[in-house]
């Protein structure tokens, strides 16, 4: 079909481009990183990373397409000569059940002159496997190499919450659903309030995503989360300014 020749075009690395949005300290104004977005010709259905993704899966050409996501990345990456973390989403898939996909990962860096203490990769909590041994197993491995971790739309299931930061992860990513309209909503507050707490414990920062509104960045400040990604700050870019205007509140 027309799609799946699309995907093959984006596989081979043609059309498929990537985006940067910064994560930012809400107190200092200063970038900690920058997270990858991948996407799409802009006239397809593919443009979508959900889609595309989830194309792939099914076409079993999801190693393929994570290997030419993370080589584009760390290439734009050092192109645009973006300081700080570079903030990379993977498939629990893909870092559980290929560890030689771990070493993939830190073949190209060294082939960009980056090392894995650059690099925080994004699981995230939703699309997690049942096989725990295994994904523990696979975290350690890239903790090893030297890799940090970062837990992904954090708050989407609950229950699994204390079993995620038993994996220590450095950065955990609040769910953007339970950042938007927060400072009205007090449920939402006593939710962050424990994550922020139960992240302490475990040595975790937190960073709140999908911030849109200042009132909301206030409301995350009084409950403790001060690093955020959001249009607020910047929308993910294909050019972004590596020095990101921010508006910092008083
Ligand atoms: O940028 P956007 O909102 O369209 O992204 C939608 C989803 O696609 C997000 O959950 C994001 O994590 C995921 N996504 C974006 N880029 C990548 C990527 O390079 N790899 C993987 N696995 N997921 C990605
Ligand atoms: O699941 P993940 O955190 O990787 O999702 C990142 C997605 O969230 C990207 O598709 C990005 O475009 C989107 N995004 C980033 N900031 C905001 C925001 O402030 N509001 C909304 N609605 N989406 C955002
Ligand atoms: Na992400």
């Given at each position: 079909?027309?799609?799946?020749?699309?995907?093959?075009?984006?596989?081979?690395?043609?059309?498929?481009?990537?985006?940067?949005q910064p994560i930012i300290d809400a107190n200092s104004g200063q970038v900690l990183g920058w997270e990858a977005l991948?996407?799409?010709p802009s006239d397809s259905p593919l443009h979508s990373p959900l889609v595309l993704f989830e194309m792939a899966a099914r076409f079993n050409k999801l190693s393929k397409l994570e290997l030419i996501v993370l080589k584009k990345s760390l290439m734009r990456f050092k192109e645009l000569g973006l300081a700080g973390l570079l903030f990379l989403n993977f498939t629990v898939d893909s870092v559980v059940t290929s560890i030689n996909?771990?070493?993939?990962?830190?073949?190209?860096?060294?082939?960009?002159g980056l090392?894995?203490?650059?690099?925080?990769?994004?699981?995230?909590?939703?699309?997690?496997?049942?096989?725990?041994?295994?994904?523990?197993?696979?975290?350690?491995?890239?903790?090893?190499?030297?890799?940090?971790?970062?837990?992904?739309?954090?708050?989407?299931?609950?229950?699994?919450l204390k079993r995620w930061i038993k994996m220590l992860p450095q950065f955990v990513k609040i769910d953007r659903h339970f950042i938007d309209g927060i400072h009205k909503d007090t449920l939402k507050q006593q939710f962050v309030k424990s994550i922020v707490d139960i992240a302490a414990k475990a040595g975790s920062k937190v960073i709140g995503e999908g911030v849109e509104e200042e009132a909301d960045l206030r409301s995350l400040r009084i409950q403790g989360v001060n690093l955020i990604q959001g249009y607020l700050i910047a929308k993910p870019c294909y050019e972004p300014l590596s020095t990101v205007e921010t508006r910092i509140l008083k």
């Amino acid at each position: 079909t027309q799609l799946s020749i699309e995907l093959d075009q984006i596989i081979e690395g043609a059309q498929l481009t990537i985006h940067f949005q910064p994560i930012i300290d809400a107190n200092s104004g200063q970038v900690l990183g920058w997270e990858a977005l991948c996407r799409g010709p802009s006239d397809s259905p593919l443009h979508s990373p959900l889609v595309l993704f989830e194309m792939a899966a099914r076409f079993n050409k999801l190693s393929k397409l994570e290997l030419i996501v993370l080589k584009k990345s760390l290439m734009r990456f050092k192109e645009l000569g973006l300081a700080g973390l570079l903030f990379l989403n993977f498939t629990v898939d893909s870092v559980v059940t290929s560890i030689n996909f771990h070493r993939e990962i830190f073949d190209e860096l060294q082939l960009n002159g980056l090392s894995p203490n650059q690099i925080v990769i994004e699981l995230t909590e939703t699309r997690a496997t049942d096989d725990l041994f295994a994904l523990e197993r696979g975290i350690t491995g890239l903790k090893e190499l030297g890799f940090s971790m970062a837990i992904d739309d954090l708050g989407e299931g609950f229950a699994s919450l204390k079993r995620w930061i038993k994996m220590l992860p450095q950065f955990v990513k609040i769910d953007r659903h339970f950042i938007d309209g927060i400072h009205k909503d007090t449920l939402k507050q006593q939710f962050v309030k424990s994550i922020v707490d139960i992240a302490a414990k475990a040595g975790s920062k937190v960073i709140g995503e999908g911030v849109e509104e200042e009132a909301d960045l206030r409301s995350l400040r009084i409950q403790g989360v001060n690093l955020i990604q959001g249009y607020l700050i910047a929308k993910p870019c294909y050019e972004p300014l590596s020095t990101v205007e921010t508006r910092i509140l008083k």
